[in-house]
């Protein structure tokens, strides 16, 4: 049998070495795996946050603080995008009114936090936010198209028959028996292959235009603005291949032609007027088929092949302007 003094000594150590390890155990347990025994626990430090932003959110927060509602409807504006369903809403409307002044304060400072941080590494643009029309790209691929076409009808003997004689006066000859309607072309160069050129021209201006590009047919005022921008461009292009000092005119001399009757002259107003007018027509025809026929099929198949060969066959003078910027027929900006 123990001594009751040899009982009391082990009490008294035991009780030392429970309060050995029991102290740095409780302070890890309440002020985690860093926490030290000496001295009190410092709270977790917050977040360091920018004064611009610490100061704009909590105006933010204190000015929309007295009024619910004001809560309720920017806190929406964030969470409730425009396609939201009529359900998904109702829940929102339930969620919404819980807010607190500092839980919104909290929210808008991480949105503010991350929109700053977009803003700073986003690149400069115009103060429209759109930025500007890239002349320079639209003039190279212009003139890129336009030796492309007189690469071609030069490969025609009486194209280069006419490169011998006087060229300066030839052109003002050509030019100034411009008039009437019909050329005596054929139907399908006048009314299918002026268009396509116009088309693949309008396409030019589109893809240099920074807002053109975004849209899509529809009865939006900037779709519409964009496409007669588009026929602008495309006129003008028109008139360049057919008058102007590098065209028909000058190194064909299509004006001093006429037809075996010797009545219609080759010079007429239609190839001036059916480019742009046709050309953008057929414009908008690809810009529906690609919204409401390419982009459906494009869901119903996963396979690239599919999905190119589509946007070409539906879609080919678009990837004839895609080609004269050197990217794939079948490239979208989307």
């Not at 529809?218 to 590098?246: C, D, H, Q, V």
């Not at 070409?312 to 079948?330: H, Q, S, T, Y």
Request: aromatic share 10%; with cysteine; charged share 20%.
């Amino acid at each position: 049998m123990n001594s009751p003094g040899a009982s009391m000594l082990r009490c008294l150590l035991s009780l030392v070495f429970l309060w050995a390890f029991s102290s740095p155990l409780c302070a890890q347990s309440v002020g985690g795996p860093n926490a030290s025994s000496e001295g009190p626990i410092e709270p977790p430090r917050k977040p360091v946050i920018e004064p611009r932003i610490q100061t704009t959110t909590n105006w933010f927060a204190r000015s929309i603080s007295p009024a619910p509602s004001a809560i309720g409807e920017v806190t929406k504006a964030f969470l409730t995008p425009e396609h939201l369903s009529g359900q998904a809403a109702t829940r929102t409307d339930m969620i919404i009114p819980r807010l607190s002044s500092e839980g919104l304060a909290g929210l808008s400072r991480e949105i503010l936090t991350k929109e700053l941080g977009e803003a700073e590494s986003a690149p400069q643009v115009t103060s429209n936010g759109n930025g500007g029309f890239h002349w320079a790209s639209a003039f190279k691929q212009s003139l890129l198209f336009l030796g492309v076409q007189h690469g071609y009808a030069m490969t025609q003997a009486k194209t280069r028959r006419e490169l011998r004689g006087p060229f300066i006066k030839d052109y003002f000859r050509s030019v100034g028996r411009l008039g009437g309607w019909a050329d005596g072309g054929r139907f399908f160069t006048n009314y299918i292959s002026h268009p396509m050129e116009g088309s693949i021209t309008g396409f030019i201006q589109i893809q240099n235009d920074p807002r053109g590009i975004r849209q899509e047919f529809g009865k939006s005022r900037a779709y519409w603005k964009s496409r007669l921008k588009a026929m602008a461009w495309n006129a003008a292009y028109s008139t360049l291949f057919e008058i102007g000092p590098i065209s028909q005119s000058s190194i064909g001399n299509v004006g001093l032609h006429t037809t075996l009757d010797g009545k219609k002259r080759k010079m007429a107003y239609v190839d001036l007027v059916v480019t742009p007018t046709l050309g953008t027509a057929w414009l908008i025809g690809e810009d529906i088929l690609d919204r409401f026929v390419v982009r459906r099929l494009e869901v119903s198949t996963f396979r690239p092949l599919w999905r190119n060969t589509l946007r070409v066959i539906l879609n080919p003078m678009r990837g004839a302007a895609n080609m004269l910027r050197f990217k794939v027929p079948w490239y979208r900006d989307r």
